[in-house]
T-cell receptor
Framework: DTGVSQDPRHKITKRGQNVTFRCDPISEHNRLYWYRQTLGQGPEFLTYFQNEAQLEKSRLLSDRFSAERPKGSFSTLEIQRTEQGDSAMYLC???????????????FGSGTRLTVV | KQEVTQIPAALSVPEGENLVLNCSFTDSAIYNLQWFRQDPGKGLTSLLLIQSSQREQTSGRLNASLDKSSGRSTLYIAASQPGDSATYLCAVSRIKAAGNKLTFGGGTRVLVKP
């Protein structure tokens, strides 16, 4: 297992365009999280999945944002009609191994840096 | 609502000096506390995880303590090296049933000068 993978690493888009990011979690983990981090701040929770079910969404996640995790494997985060305020690092993380071992730490991916111009 | 604060926001020390990074949180009903390292433009690397029932965790030159009742954690890095230069973030999770989502502090940016 190579950890949590995110694609792309960087994305520059024009305001108003739609963008989609992908996250591949650690295969043994059943929980997947999305966080957003702006410059100089700590990450903020956006949403999380347990298997394929999206169990919670933050108020930060406006209706322009949608996340999916089909079949409980990889996840996508789509932002429609991007705005300059969406510029941030989008971080994905996974946790909770399926094998029942008690290990509640997070493993983060390298993030996708979005710049809206 | 849980709030996590890290002081100082930035720290510069000469190589070899010990680092002391502070984290405080307002709601003591935490499930665990995790310390992360973040290099510029990169993702987060987990350093130490302390369960709410523990008082400290150690890994190599790193030691983290947790005082849940006072809402504080401290990360000690012994004999700092230039390679320790990074931003250090602490994060707390609430009870397991709340999805174990993390609330982060703003981070402490550390510079270790050779």
């Amino acid at each position: 297992d190579t950890g949590v993978s995110q694609d792309p690493r960087h994305k520059i888009t024009k305001r108003g365009q739609n963008v989609t990011f992908r996250c591949d979690p650690i295969s043994e983990h059943n929980r997947l999280y999305w966080y957003r981090q702006t410059l100089g701040q700590g990450p903020e929770f956006l949403t999380y999945f347990q298997n394929e079910a999206q169990l919670e969404k933050s108020r930060l996640l406006s209706d322009r944002f949608s996340a999916e995790r089909p079949k409980g494997s990889f996840s996508t985060l789509e932002i429609q009609r991007t705005e300059q305020g969406d510029s941030a690092m989008y971080l994905c993380a996974s946790s909770f191994p399926l094998d029942g071992r008690v290990r509640y730490g997070y493993t983060f991916g390298s993030g996708t840096r979005l710049t809206v111009v | 609502k849980q709030e996590v604060t890290q002081i100082p926001a930035a720290l510069s020390v000469p190589e070899g000096e010990n680092l002391v990074l502070n984290c405080s949180f307002t709601d003591s009903a935490i499930y665990n506390l995790q310390w992360f390292r973040q290099d510029p433009g990169k993702g987060l690397t987990s350093l130490l995880l302390i369960q709410s029932s523990q008082r400290e965790q150690t890994s190599g030159r790193l030691n983290a303590s947790l005082d849940k009742s006072s809402g504080r954690s401290t990360l000690y890095i012994a004999a700092s090296q230039p390679g320790d230069s990074a931003t250090y973030l602490c994060a707390v999770s609430r009870i397991k049933a709340a999805g174990n989502k993390l609330t982060f502090g703003g981070g402490t940016r550390v510079l270790v000068k050779p």
